[in-house]
């Protein structure tokens, strides 16, 4: 069977059930590319640092608290239909499990009791936050994490655009 990509319209069921297929079929060929396993290597620390100036400013408390205390959240249902599954992928090359279903029907797809599932997420996912959250955190610190998500999406956009040309070429 050549490969074939997904739409980018398809349910996140069959985007996740793409990812997994091409993750069992090509995984050999993905991480013996030696671009593709220096940018998952450099991807892995840059995600890294953004998720630990995260927790260092106290955004991730501020977000879990309003996702389990206040009812709200940015997570929200829906927001994993912006998930490619070239992205999808890139997270089973990182050795993330997808999930097979949702565990909570108010929240995003990817969504888990301790946060975000996934290690690559999509661009709005690392960029977005909210006006509460830049009310009280000050302006310096956000402008540091800031940085280091600049490096952390630029990282994976080589990386996305690499893997596609990768499969691309299996034809």
């Known amino acids: 069977m050549a490969y074939m990509e997904i739409s980018a319209g398809s349910r996140i069921q069959e985007k996740i059930e793409w990812a997994d297929t091409c993750f069992n079929k090509y995984k050999k060929i993905l991480l013996e590319d030696k671009k593709s396993s220096q940018l998952l290597d450099d991807f892995e620390k840059a995600s890294s640092e953004s998720f630990k100036e995260m927790h260092e400013i106290g955004l991730v408390n501020q977000c879990r608290q309003c996702e389990e205390e206040e009812g709200g959240g940015c997570c929200g249902a829906g927001i994993e239909n912006r998930y490619s599954g070239t992205l999808l992928l890139i997270n089973r090359l990182m050795g993330v499990k997808l999930p097979s279903d949702r565990p909570d029907s108010k929240s995003c797809f990817f969504l888990g009791p301790k946060g975000c599932t996934l290690r690559a997420r999509h661009v709005?996912?690392?960029?977005?936050?909210?006006?509460?959250?830049?009310?009280?955190?000050?302006?310096?610190?956000?402008?540091?994490?800031?940085?280091?998500?600049?490096?952390?999406?630029?990282?994976?956009?080589?990386?996305?655009?690499?893997?596609?040309?990768?499969?691309?070429?299996?034809?």
């Open 124 to 171: 709005i996912c690392i960029n977005y936050i909210c006006k509460k959250i830049t009310d009280n955190i000050p302006e310096k610190n956000i402008n540091h994490l800031r940085n280091k998500e600049g490096l952390e999406i630029e990282i994976l956009f080589i990386l996305n655009e690499r893997i596609k040309t990768i499969l691309r070429n299996l034809k």
